[in-house]
């Protein structure tokens, strides 16, 4: 019997681009599928009436409440029929065929359990967004994409190994997710497919940057659009994202030293300087719910996950 590839999207107030990504679907891929979208509290009531009109027909599954990034994705995990999961923002696009050889890798390598394509970014698809990624600094907590805001020129057309795969295209085999278990939700926002990925690796499995399959996304490459929103989740997570990730007691407080004493005034300090007084509420709280938050036990609550 043939494989298939579960895709699980979200359209959050985006049924446009999700239209895109169905419709690139149809016209390019030709590796059996399916389409999962998660309508993820989307304030048009009507929209996964819409979505669900389109060819090929795919699953809509319609949330009252906006469950976040990893939330979203999970709701979708119990209608996957097929032997691997992909998933997919809903503003990509492809416009050749990617799933047969990212299914190939979880085919040939019993050791890999995550795989990333190459993303780029849409229209302008050779500017790279993500060619695989450094590991994460257990101090600073930042890693890079590598191949950010590069011409693709064929320079990562190297298939290997990496750190950690990217959120807007990720492939897992669905049996797998009984060894590292679901993705964490207490992020909300950011950072969950990074403490995923280091779930993944210490259940004894790798992660994978394919370089033949090419993902375009349409995210912005500017980093000056930020928000409270992500201001305040970016704050937090960092603090939480050391709790969960770093093993060694020491390095994980000289993160919680180094986001309090130095990232924090830092940003504080830029935020002052040019005029952004509205992100510096959200910087403040942010602190001080991760904080909190490390200072809980492990069992994060649903309290984490509102702002």
Known sequence: MAKKV?????????????????????????????????????????????????????????????????????????????????????????????????ARVLDNNPQIGCVSPKIACWPENKRLQYAGSTPMSPVTLRNENIGFGQTDTGQFSKSRYTAFAHGAAMMI??????????????????????????QIRRAGLKIWYEATSTVYHKESMSVGKQSPLQVYYHTRNRLLFAKRSIDKRDERIYAYIYQTLVAFPKRLSIYLVKGKFRLIGALGKGLINGLIAINKDMNYGKELSSH
């Open 173 to 198: 085999r669905t049996t797998d997710i009984k060894k590292f278990g679901l993705m964490p939700e207490f992020y909300f926002l950011y950072y969950e497919e990074l403490d995923w990925c280091v």
């Open 6 to 102: 579960s895709v699980i999207t979200i359209n959050y107030n985006g049924k446009d681009d999700t239209v895109d990504l169905i419709e690139s679907f149809g016209r390019y891929e030709t590796y059996p599928y399916e389409i999962i979208i998660i309508d993820n509290g989307s304030k048009n009531h009507g929209e996964h009436h819409v979505l669900s009109k389109y060819s090929p027909k795919p699953i809509v599954i319609r949330s009252d409440k906006n469950l976040g990034f990893a939330g979203g994705n999970n709701l979708g995990i119990p209608y996957a029929d097929g032997d691997y999961i992909l998933f997919l923002n809903n503003d990509t696009v492809i416009n050749r065929p990617i799933l047969e050889n990212l």
